[in-house]
């Protein structure tokens, strides 16, 4: 599917997950994410998606932890730290681009496949998939991955208009 060898994709996995530990803090230094489905999880993602798809940009950052991580693979472009991950959504809210998010998991994560609206009654196409990573009662890690993977997760790759 990857059109790559299993070498190639286990070497690619080894070099991302030791990408991923030396950004984020121990985790024995984090407070534990909430129980999947819990209903801090729950309230925690309804203000995310709140924010998101609003385009608070103060609302989503106080959902942000001091030391937030951004990464969207396979770009090789990374984020460390609130005030910068804020001017990037700064950047993309200011847009006047909206989306609409719909819940999916990965790894048992929150995730939500990011649908562009476009103008009243067009379709919705997929721009991404968003991958939160929870730490106590805020968002220490966000993945974005492009739309191709939607179908993965059960997503369609767009959404009939509103």
Same mark, same amino acid.
């Given at each position: ?13 080894? &070099? /991302?997950? /030791? ?7 121990p985790t024995g230094e984090r407070e534990p994410a909430p129980a999947p489905?819990? /209903?801090? =999880?729950?309230?925690?993602?309804? =203000?995310? !998606?709140?924010?998101? =798809?609003?385009?608070?940009l103060d609302a989503l950052v106080a959902l942000l932890t001091d030391d ?5 693979? %396979?770009? %090789? ?9 804020? &001017? ?7 847009? $006047? ?5 719909? #819940?999916?998991?990965?790894? $048992?994560? %929150?995730?939500? $496949? ?18 939160l990573t929870l730490t106590g009662d805020r968002i220490c890690a966000f ?5 191709? !993977? ?6 369609? &790759?767009?959404? #009939?208009? &509103?």
């Amino acid at each position: 599917m990857l059109d790559s060898t299993v070498g190639s994709v286990n070497s690619a996995l080894k &070099r /991302a997950r /030791a990408g991923l530990q030396h950004q984020l803090p121990p985790t024995g230094e984090r407070e534990p994410a909430p129980a999947p489905d819990s /209903a801090s =999880e729950q309230t925690l993602v309804a =203000e995310f !998606v709140r924010a998101y =798809e609003s385009g608070d940009l103060d609302a989503l950052v106080a959902l942000l932890t001091d030391d937030v991580f951004l990464s969207m693979p %396979p770009i %090789p472009l990374e984020y460390q730290g609130r005030d910068v991950v804020a &001017r990037l959504f700064a950047g993309i809210f200011d847009s $006047g681009r909206r989306v609409d998010l719909v #819940p999916t998991r990965a790894n $048992g994560q %929150p995730t939500f $496949g990011a649908y562009l609206r476009g103008s009243t009654g067009s379709i919705r196409h997929g721009t991404g998939l968003f991958v939160l990573t929870l730490t106590g009662d805020r968002i220490c890690a966000f993945t974005r991955f492009d739309s191709s !993977v939607l179908p993965w997760f059960g997503l369609p &790759r767009s959404l #009939p208009g &509103r």
